[in-house]
């Protein structure tokens, strides 16, 4: 199916629910990789900033009149994560999901270029975002549209090493296409 057909735009709050779906059924695969403990924890962490966060914005993709994505942008590493001293003072996009029946449709790509977009017109330079190695799907999409590493902004939870990758929004290629 072509991109052309998503359509990415604000969520509104009564889409809530079917947001958290989507992330809820995004993120399901990795209750294998995680200890229950931990698995448990990611997902009241999920409800939590889906009910909670303070995003300066929420999109979704839209596939045939149903939701099939989402992803959430907020203004700095302060807010996304109660971390002032990360001392990321740009957009950062967090739970990027794609239900999984929509996988490889080009949704991910969408929800990216949608939140770059939204970035630039903020007057961003960079959009960042964290990610780790159990996302290994996820960090070839990042790297093949063009974000580099951020070394200097990884996290470390618990044992694992959340990494930090940033796009250079003036010169994306995927804000060219």
């Known amino acids: ?17 079917a947001v958290r779906q989507v992330v809820l059924d995004a993120y399901q695969q990795y209750e294998q990789t995680l200890s229950p403990e931990r698995w448990d924890e990611y997902k009241r ?21 149903e939701i099939v994505g989402s992803v959430f942008l907020f203004d700095s ?30 949704v991910a790509t969408e929800l990216i ?12 330079e960079l959009l960042h975002l964290h990610t780790s190695d159990m996302m290994a799907s996820a960090v070839k999409l990042y790297e093949r549209l063009g974000f580099e590493r951020s070394f200097d902004k990884d996290l470390l939870n618990g044992d694992i090493v959340v990494k930090s990758y940033k796009l250079q929004l003036k010169e994306a290629a995927l804000l060219q296409a």
């Open 1 to 17: 199916m072509p991109s052309q057909s998503i359509i990415v735009r604000e969520a509104q709050d009564s889409e809530r629910d």
């Open 45 to 65: 962490n999920i409800h939590a900033s889906i009910d909670q966060a303070a995003t300066k914005a929420r999109l979704v993709a839209v596939l045939d009149n």
């Open 113 to 124: 270029r949608a939140s770059a977009k939204l970035a630039l017109e903020w007057g961003a």
């Open 77 to 106: 590493s302060a807010v996304a994560y109660g971390l002032p001293d990360l001392d990321i003072d740009n957009p950062i996009i967090r739970l990027l999901a794609v239900s999984q029946k929509a996988r490889g449709l080009g």
